[in-house]
């Protein structure tokens, strides 16, 4: 797996500190956190972006995201649990790593073969 990827993956994790910030955060220290949490994400989407197809890192990034924040709520601020829910995120993080397996990475330039 590339160091792209990586970014990706952590871009996601960041996302869902994020946005669980953006709902939770009551103090100063929690609003400063989502905001370093935020820049951290879009750094790293970014970054890899460059590197890699937009279209797909985007759909892995949103789609670690979504069912990350989906998990969080649940399993860290008790909103409750649903099977059917469980199983769409199921359902949605295939589709996500499908997309990741099935996307060439482009060559670099000057790379030996």
């Given amino acids: 797996m590339s160091r792209n990827w990586i970014f990706v993956f952590i871009g996601a994790l960041f996302e869902v500190i994020w946005v669980a910030g953006l709902k939770h955060s009551t103090t100063m220290i929690s609003w ?4 370093v949490a935020m ?3 879009f750094h790293l989407i970014i970054r890899s972006s ?3 197809p937009v279209g797909t890192v985007y759909a892995v990034f949103t789609g670690l995201g979504t069912a ?3 998990l969080v709520e649940m399993i860290v601020f008790g909103e409750p649990f649903r099977l059917m829910k469980v ?3 199921l359902l949605l993080l295939s589709g996500v790593f499908g997309l990741k397996f099935v996307t060439k990475e482009p060559e670099e330039k000057g790379a030996a073969a």
């Fill in 50 to 52: 460059t590197k890699l």
């Fill in 32 to 35: 400063i956190v989502t905001i």
């Fill in 39 to 41: 820049y951290i994400s």
């Fill in 68 to 70: 990350g924040t989906v």
């Fill in 87 to 89: 199983l769409l995120i």
